[in-house]
Structures are given as C-alpha cells and as structure tokens.
C-alpha cells in the first residue's frame, strides 16, 4: 500500500494562490494515478484532478475551469495542487488518493489509499 500525507492548507483570500502537497510512501509514485479530490460540508466528495503514470494529467474544468493545476516531483515522491485565485466555493477539505490500476477515474471509490485530508478555506 502506498501512504499518503497532504499538506499546505489553510486560510486563503478569494484570488490569491494556495499550493498544496501530497507525499507520498511505501510505494513509487510514478507507478500510480493519483488524484485530489475535496469534500465540503454537506456534499460528497469531488474529483479535481488527477495525474497518470506517464506524467498526464486530467482535471475537473467544470469546477476548477483553468484555475487549478495538478503537477508532480517524481524525485520527491510528491504530487501538488496550485491553487490560483481561489474562490470561497472552493472552501472543503482536500484529499489526496492513488489507485494503482492505470486508468483515471472521478469516482473515489475507485481508489483505494487515501490521506487524511487539509482543510482549505477561502474568504472573500
């Protein structure tokens, strides 16, 4: 199993920038998909985006149009989600996820190791 730890959340203003990290262990990343997914009050938990062996990447532009961007430091075994001009709906905590079957998904439930998530607020 591959271990999962995110980091980099907190309190940010509409419109400014939020980088967040996911480390991860036990396993080489590149050999994984990993994805973010966020989880508001209320809601279930959305897919952002996600990262393919090769490098590739897949994003919610419904959500996220253009504003989020999904990268990885294969040296360090860590996954990023830059953040830019955030906007208070993008309020939830995020979550980091990797499924070791090569094909992207949005469904959750298609992955089976998980972080334990960061909180991000965004105030307007």
């Known amino acids: 199993q591959m271990q999962l730890v995110e980091s980099g959340g907190g309190l940010v203003q509409s419109g400014g920038s939020l980088r967040l990290s996911c480390a991860a262990s036990?396993?080489?990343?590149?050999?994984?998909?990993t994805a973010w997914f966020r989880q508001a009050p209320g809601k279930t938990r959305e897919f952002v985006g996600a990262?393919?062996?090769?490098?590739?990447?897949?994003m919610n532009t419904d959500s996220v149009k253009g504003r989020f961007t999904i990268s990885r430091d294969d040296a360090k075994n860590t996954m990023f989600l830059q953040m830019n001009d955030p906007k208070p709906e993008d309020t939830a905590v995020y979550y980091c996820?990797?499924?070791?079957?090569?094909?992207?998904?949005?469904?959750?439930?298609?992955?089976?190791?998980w972080g334990q998530g960061t909180q991000v607020t965004v105030s307007s």
């Open positions: 996820a990797a499924r070791y079957m090569p094909d992207i998904y949005r469904n959750s439930r298609e992955y089976e190791c």
């Open positions: 036990g396993r080489t990343i590149t050999s994984w998909i």
């Open positions: 990262i393919n062996r090769s490098g590739g990447n897949e």
